[in-house]
Nanobody, 115 residues
Framework: VQLQASGGGLVQAGGSLRLSCAAS????????MGWYRQIPGKQRELVAE???????NYADSVKGRFTISGDNAKTTVYLQMNDLKPEDTAVYYC??????????WGQGTQVTVSS
């Protein structure tokens, strides 16, 4: 499985960005797919994901501002980020997992929010 992420950039606080992650290869609709982010010196953290059953999960810090969506097969997953804050600045990674057996990461995309 390959994951291709896109959509990062520079935006002012209060602005919006949409990230996309396209999956190719052998995929299943029950895979979990989501977005993580990482800033230098800190661990990568979950931002949002779509569960195997299709439900969204969000980190508390982004609830009400970010929305994750995708088609049923999670071929492409989007992260709509609104009301961005400087503390959202990070490298964002998409991830796709299948139980404990498969764990795939896309390349990172930089999101920078200026104050």
């Amino acid at each position: 499985v390959q994951l291709q992420a896109s959509g990062g950039g520079l935006v002012q606080a209060g602005g919006s960005l949409r990230l996309s992650c396209a999956a190719s290869g052998i995929i299943f609709s029950t895979d979990v797919m989501g977005w993580y982010r990482q800033i230098p010196g800190k661990q990568r953290e979950l931002v949002a994901e779509i569960t195997s059953g299709g439900s969204p999960n969000y980190a508390d810090s982004v609830k009400g501002r970010f929305t994750i969506s995708g088609d049923n097969a999670k071929t492409t997953v989007y992260l709509q980020m609104n009301d961005l804050k400087p503390e959202d600045t990070a490298v964002y990674y998409c991830r796709r997992t299948r139980g404990l057996a498969r764990d795939y990461w896309g390349q990172g995309t930089q999101v920078t929010v200026s104050s």
